[in-house]
């Protein structure tokens, strides 16, 4: 294996700053931009182009053929959660090295498909988990840890074996859930089995920081960068992406939904599978799954109950 002091231009001053920013493996130091090296490990962006361009190398990064990209296909692990016609919707349940979004109004049940799927992917393979752990970075304060204890009761888990597994981070500004999302490298690299990471709710503090047609830009911005390092630590390490998102009301929708996703084209292309929730009569929540690369568009039913997400 290359470690960092193997690389040209990297002494050990070099691969310390490299570490503390988060970049102590070579696939994350080969799919980093040298704008961003640069400033998180306080290196010139002459060294961080070098450091790159030898860890490309090491891992050797080049074209691969559509075989290559079938065999790590092969790798990706489904998350499921209690509704099997849920499941059956998204093609089998939430998938690693992608990133799902859910969106709806308020009380539509992201916040609960969230918990639930913080509990199922602890669950063995054979049952439809992926026995790992998870992180969930909350910005709205809507994280109970009282919920996953009845969600893991239903599943018939030990409650506080499932708590120790889920590693919260409450963000307080869109800086700050940027910051944190940057540090699961780090809790990977250090030995946590991570296989879910949860973002509820994306938009939240993007929408209350960034005001006005002015700031849009900025915004838009700052959100690609935030999503590329989601969906780089989904493909580093075989990792779903969960995220939750808000709607904004279309009063001038004649015809279709009148209601949109937020957060504009650049998370529109970011989300491989986007899942519309909507209520319906009696406590019954619908499901559609609106864009997904290679299944067909559909719905399905579910309720919500104490023991978590049924048919
Ligand atoms: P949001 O889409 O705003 O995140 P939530 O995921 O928080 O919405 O969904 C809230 C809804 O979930 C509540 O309106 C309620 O119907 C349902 N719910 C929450 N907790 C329970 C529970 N313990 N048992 C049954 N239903 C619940």
């Known amino acids: ?58 891992e050797s990064i080049d074209f691969e053929t559509a075989y290559d990209v079938m065999e790590r296909r092969r790798d990706v692990g489904r998350i499921t959660v209690g509704s099997e016609a849920f499941n059956e919707l998204i093609g089998g349940g939430i998938e690693t090295q992608s990133i799902t979004e859910v969106f709806g109004e308020f009380g539509s049940g992201k916040s609960q498909i969230s918990h639930e799927l913080a509990v199922t992917v602890q669950l063995p393979r054979d049952r439809g988990g992926l026995d790992g752990e998870c992180v969930f970075i909350d910005t709205e304060n809507t994280f109970r840890p009282e919920r996953i204890e009845q969600i893991s009761d239903g599943f018939e888990l030990d409650h506080e074996e499932v708590l120790q597994k889920i590693h919260i981070a409450r963000a307080f500004n869109s800086a700050h859930q940027i910051l944190m999302a940057d540090k699961i490298n780090e809790l990977i690299q250090n030995g946590s089995n991570i296989k879910l990471v949860i973002v509820d709710s994306l938009m939240a503090h993007f929408r209350a920081e960034y005001v006005g047609r002015e700031s849009l830009a900025t915004r838009q911005q700052k959100l690609n960068q935030h999503l590329h390092a989601l969906q780089n630590i989904a493909n580093t390490y075989n ?13 001038d929708a004649f015809f279709g939904s009148p209601t949109k996703a937020i957060g504009g084209h650049v998370l529109g292309h970011a989300s491989t599978y986007r899942i519309w929730l909507k209520k319906g009569l009696a406590g019954k929540r619908i499901a559609r799954l609106v864009d997904s690369p290679h299944l067909p568009e559909g719905e399905c039913v579910f309720k919500i109950t104490s023991d978590g997400i049924v048919d």
Do not use: C, W, Y
């Open 239 to 251: 990792v779903a992406v969960f995220i939750t998102n808000q709607v904004q009301a279309r009063p």
């Open 1 to 58: 294996m290359v470690e960092l002091e193997d690389l040209p231009s990297v002494g050990e001053k070099t691969a310390q700053k490299l570490r503390d920013a988060g970049f102590a493996d070579m696939m994350r130091l080969a799919t980093a931009t040298a704008k961003e090296l640069a400033v998180k490990a306080e290196i010139g962006e002459g060294v961080a182009e070098k450091v790159i361009e030898a860890a490309r190398k090491a």
